[in-house]
């Protein structure tokens, strides 16, 4: 009687896939004890949202040069020029 009492209990502790950022995760994860692993996995998310990061900053970049273009009234096109040659040859 107390393992039906407890597999019950194991089914209502379970988490549920729930939604994060509109989108439904997946399979909840392992529990982890191992401060090792921990470490780990926390360094690995790190590493990510670095990356993420740096994407993004390129992206903003990038469209800030070609609103900066566009302000000047330069086509696109020469402002990919521009920038290619360096900051040396804009001032001349």
């Known amino acids: 009687m107390a393992e039906a009492a407890g597999t019950t209990q194991n089914k209502t502790n379970q988490a549920k896939p729930g939604k994060v950022n509109g989108k439904t995760q997946g399979k909840p994860g392992r529990v982890i004890s191992n401060p090792n692993e921990v470490a780990q996995l926390v360094?690995?998310?790190?590493?990510?949202?670095n990356s993420k990061?740096?994407?993004?900053?390129?992206?903003?970049?990038?469209?800030a040069?070609?609103?900066?273009?566009?302000?000047?009234?330069?086509?696109?096109?020469?402002?990919?020029?521009?920038?290619?040659?360096?900051?040396?040859?804009?001032?001349?």
Do not use: H, N, Y
């Open 43 to 49: 360094m690995m998310r790190i590493d990510q949202v």
């Open 65 to 92: 040069d070609i609103r900066l273009a566009l302000a000047q009234g330069q086509p696109l096109g020469s402002a990919k020029s521009t920038k290619s040659m360096g900051s040396d040859s804009i001032d001349s």
């Open 53 to 63: 990061k740096d994407e993004l900053t390129i992206a903003v970049k990038a469209l």
